[in-house]
């Protein structure tokens, strides 16, 4: 989900890079008594690497998970799928009852960066931000800003981010020229090919890239992109 709103506005002002030192280190949350992971609404919008990751790491298929950890909702005018707040309680169905994730090693890209977030300098770069009144915790450590994400490969995971962020945003630029029923039909196209098809022949990470980059390229042929 874009916004568009100043650095100062929402982060420390600063951009920053992979090697770069961040505070952002909660020390695993230890003495922390706020309970993050609930009433975040749809905001954890899901990428495919987000959905072959859960998918293959608990081996249910995408349409499986929906309904009970995913929904569905409009990000920009695009079906996107998101994590699912339990209506009980508003909490991600994935966070236990010590309050630690179950799924921390195979966790969604914003989860992964939290309370990072990600700032596009154009279609093609971007630098991470310190999100303001994010995390709450007073003594946040310094830590080396890729150990923090913990993604192995990370320059294939940046080139994958910037391809997704590229064909998103192409796909809503062509949105304003269509009729409900075109959009209709672009969503559900767009939601089979990405996330219902199932990644799980991919038997790692370089040859989902691999498949992505052939699915983005089927995408572009069939939509005129
Ligand atoms: S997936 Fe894990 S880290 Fe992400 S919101 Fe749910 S419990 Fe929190
Ligand atoms: S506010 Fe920060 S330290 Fe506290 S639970 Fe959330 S992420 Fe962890």
Redesign the pocket.
């Known amino acids: 989900m874009l916004r568009n709103v100043s650095l100062d506005e929402i982060s420390d002002g600063k951009l920053y890079t992979e090697n770069d030192m961040v505070r952002v280190d909660?020390n695993s949350?230890q003495g922390?008594?706020?309970?993050?992971?609930q009433n975040m609404g749809k905001t954890i919008v899901l990428d495919p690497m987000d959905v072959y990751r859960l998918t293959t790491g608990i081996s249910r298929t995408f349409e499986e998970m929906l309904g009970r950890e995913l929904e569905l909702n409009v990000v920009d005018g695009l079906i996107m799928p998101n994590l699912k707040m339990q209506e009980k309680d508003g909490k991600c169905i994935f966070l236990q009852d010590d309050?630690r994730c179950s799924v921390h090693g195979m966790r969604p890209g914003i989860c992964r960066m939290?309370?990072l977030g990600r700032y596009w300098e154009d279609n093609t770069h971007f630098k991470y931000i310190v999100q303001k009144g994010?995390?709450?915790?007073d003594n946040?450590s310094k830590i080396k800003l890729k150990k923090w994400l913990g993604i192995e490969g990370l320059a294939a995971y940046d080139r994958f981010v910037i391809l997704w962020h590229q064909y998103i945003k192409q796909l809503q630029s062509e949105l304003s020229g269509l009729d409900d029923e075109q959009i209709r039909i672009l969503n559900t196209f767009n939601l089979r090919l990405f996330y219902i098809t199932p990644y799980a022949e991919c038997r790692d990470e370089s040859s989902f890239y691999q498949e992505f980059d052939k699915r983005v390229a089927t995408a572009r042929e069939k939509l005129g992109l």
Do not use: A, Q, S, Y
């Open positions: 909660t949350c922390c008594r706020t309970v993050c992971c309050n939290f309370p994010e995390c709450n915790k946040l």
